[in-house]
Structures are given as C-alpha cells and as structure tokens.
C-alpha cells in the first residue's frame, strides 16, 4: 500500500540549455502518470520552464537563473546582483520549499551538492526527516580524469555516502559506466542503479506543427539542442546545401532557444535562398518532428539522444568536445554500439565531409538495429523504485502505529 497522497521534490540546478529541464520533466510526467495521487514539485534555474506543458500534478518553482561565463565563473542571469548573493536566495529558496513541501522523495539531478553547494543544506534538513534521497545522473559526465578532479574539488564524496540513499543513473554500464575510474568508495557503487534510458513519446496534447514545404515528403531534423553551442553544426549543415554538391533530402533546422540572436538571424536569412532548408527557433514540442523526420543530425546531448533511440531514427552526430567530453565520449560509445553515426567537429567546415554524411545518413540502420535489451527501460525502472521506496515508508509507518 502506498503512502497517502505521496510527494516528490526534484532539483535541476542549471539555468542554460534544455537536457536538464527535459530529463526532469519526463521522469516527472511518468511518475505521475503510473503512481495515483502523486504529485511532484521541480525546482528549476531555467528561464524558459514556464514555456514548457506540464501534467496535472506537476508543477514547479522558478528559482533565480545562473549562467557559466567562457572562464568557468558564474554570473546572475537577469538579477543585477553579485552571485554570492544570488545563490544565497536560490539556496534560501530550495530549502523553504523543501521544509514546507515535506516531500517523500528528493531527486537532485546531475549535480551532487548542487551549484556551488546550494543544495547540501536541503540534503541534511531533509535527511534528518527521513526523506528518501536520491541523486540522478546521466550516463556520462565527463571523462574520469576530469570529472574526479571536479568532484574532488567540490568535496562530493562525504554527501554521496553519507546522505544520499540511492544514486540512479540513466543509461545501461555497458554502454558507458559514468563512475568508472574516478575512485569512488565501495559504498557508492553498492547504492547505484542503472536503469536504462529515459524513453520518450508523443504529448498527449499535441500543439499544431508549424507548416514547411516539405513537410508531408521526407526530410532530415537538424537539432543542437537549446542551441547556445550549436553555431557551428547549423552553419556545416548550411554549407552543404548552399554547395549543391549532392542531392540531399530537404532539412528542418530547429535552432533553439538559447542560440544567439544574432546568429539565429544569419542562419534565417541564408536560408531563404535556398528551397531545401526551412528553419525555426524554437519548439517545446519537438517529438512530433522527431517522429516525422526520416533521419537526424543532432549534438549529441543526453535528452537528444534518448528522443533519438525512442523514435528509433538513423542519427548523425557532430558533438562538442568543450567545454566537456560528455557529448564526445557519449557518441563514440553510441557509434561503437550500432546506435548512431558520428561525424567528429574537429573536421569543420569540411562540406565534402559532411555532403557525404547527410547524403548516406537516410539509408543508415536506425537503433533498433542494434537489438540492445531494456535501452529503453529507465521511466518503468524509476516508476517501480518509486512504488517501491513508497510502499516500504508506509510499511514502516504502520509497523510504528502498531508499536504504539
């Protein structure tokens, strides 16, 4: 029996770019629609959740946004305050939403302590009232070298042992183990799950496609995720049809929200000389033309590539290698696999390289090829865990009534 009317916290630190957001709003959606009566609450840095549809029984507190300068520092993003000050509230915030929501579950996405420790107060009020703490991460960080130093610098060992509970990672160990190397404690790797990666479907309410040309023949969806890094895929993209080197199939540039205004504007007005290429900013709704699109070109970003393997398409990935490998190692480990085609970035603008990718990729083997069992298994593995760690407190609970 689960516990009544059950609550779930997820935190996602990040300010800049759209996998986060995503990631946490599907796990969200799926919980809520396995588990009745569950409601789940997302703390978010991001500027454009509000864009985003949500579920009944999911909603959200928009903490203040953060973004990362090229040198590694953060700044406020809209606030014309100090950082320190900033994540004095941001911290504040996390912290009284917590200690009011009183929720079951506490998932922190991706980021151990949170940004700059913001979130370590939360875990220890939280950990004294005997909520559930879970972190999740991604099926790759960075490589191991990097991502101990990292971890070791943010002193995140003492909370992966001593106040998280479980650590939950999307993807399969044997397409790539995101502890491997780093020197973690026994005690971390005996608490970790891996449950397969998050698959993802149609919304239920489907807002209209925006009309293209081609939009009823086959074409190929061009996405580099939200798009502040995504400058130079677009611009190879565009080079190879402005070539005419070769007969492609026509494209969809989706370009994202967080893509420079500037740029946005160059890639739109090349592409209006040219009959094949047709171009939006931004969608929120992007599986529909994942799921009409004969192939993709894509960075190479988590959430990308779990909508990749969902709508099962053949998939070119350019992925970047700064400010971390992640997307790098991530696309090696999917081309490795049978998953996906790679076409690295230090190649750029090589066009015939490119030409000769886009011209191949309709006809390459989509994933399902690879016939790799539970890829897509996470959101029923989290949707169990979930049922399970909530049955187990209202076991616990009922063993104590009845002890007086």
């Not at 912290?95 to 420790?117: C, M, S, W």
């Not at 979130?119 to 099926?139: F, I, M, S, Y």
């Not at 191949?360 to 083997?365: G, K, R």
Request: overall charge negative; proline content about 7%.
């Amino acid at each position: 029996m689960l516990t009544e009317k059950p609550k779930i916290l997820i935190y996602s630190h990040d300010s800049f770019g759209l996998g986060h957001l995503r990631r946490c709003r599907a796990i969200a959606h799926s919980l809520v629609g396995q588990i009745s009566e569950l409601s789940v609450l997302i703390l978010s840095g991001s500027p454009i959740i509000g864009s985003f549809d949500f579920r009944a029984r999911v909603d959200f507190v928009r903490i203040p946004g953060v973004i990362k300068l090229r040198n590694g520092e953060y700044t406020s993003l809209n606030l014309h305050i100090d950082i320190e000050h900033t994540l004095a509230i941001r911290s504040s915030i996390i912290e009284h939403t917590a200690q009011v929501y009183n929720p079951d579950i506490f998932i922190v996405d991706k980021e151990p302590t949170g940004l700059r420790g913001e979130v370590l107060p939360t875990l220890e009020t939280l950990k004294a009232a005997g909520t559930r703490l879970v972190l999740g991460l991604r099926d790759v960080m960075d490589d191991p070298d990097t991502l101990r130093e990292e971890w070791e610098r943010k002193n995140v060992t003492p909370a992966l042992v001593d106040l998280y509970d479980e650590i939950w990672i999307y993807g399969q160990p044997n397409i790539h183990d995101p502890l491997a190397g780093i020197g973690m404690p026994q005690a971390v790797h005996d608490k970790t799950l891996y449950t397969g990666y998050l698959r993802r479907d149609l919304p239920r309410a489907q807002r209209p496609m925006e009309h293209f040309g081609f939009s009823e023949d086959p074409f190929i969806l061009v996405t580099p995720g939200g798009g502040g890094d995504g400058e130079e895929i677009v611009d190879w993209v565009l080079r190879a049809y402005e070539a005419h080197r070769a007969s492609l199939l026509p494209a969809l540039i989706v370009l994202g929200p967080f893509m420079a205004p500037e740029a946005q504007a160059q890639f739109m007005t090349r592409a209006e000389t040219l009959d094949d290429i047709h171009i939006i900013d931004f969608t929120p709704q992007i599986e529909p033309y994942l799921d009409r699109a004969t192939a993709v070109v894509a960075m190479g970003g988590y959430n990308t590539f779990c909508e990749i393997l969902s709508f099962d398409k053949p998939t070119l990935l350019v992925p970047r290698i700064e400010p971390r490998r992640e997307q790098a190692i991530r696309a090696s480990r999917a081309q490795a696999n049978g998953l996906a085609n790679v076409l690295p970035i230090d190649s750029y603008p090589n066009i015939d390289l490119m030409t000769e990718a886009l011209v191949a990729l309709p006809s390459a083997s989509p994933p399902s090829a690879a016939s790799l069992n539970g890829l897509l298994d996470g959101l029923t593995a989290i949707n169990l865990r979930v049922r399970q760690i909530l049955c187990a407190e209202d076991d616990e609970e009922e063993e104590k009534s009845a002890l007086g």
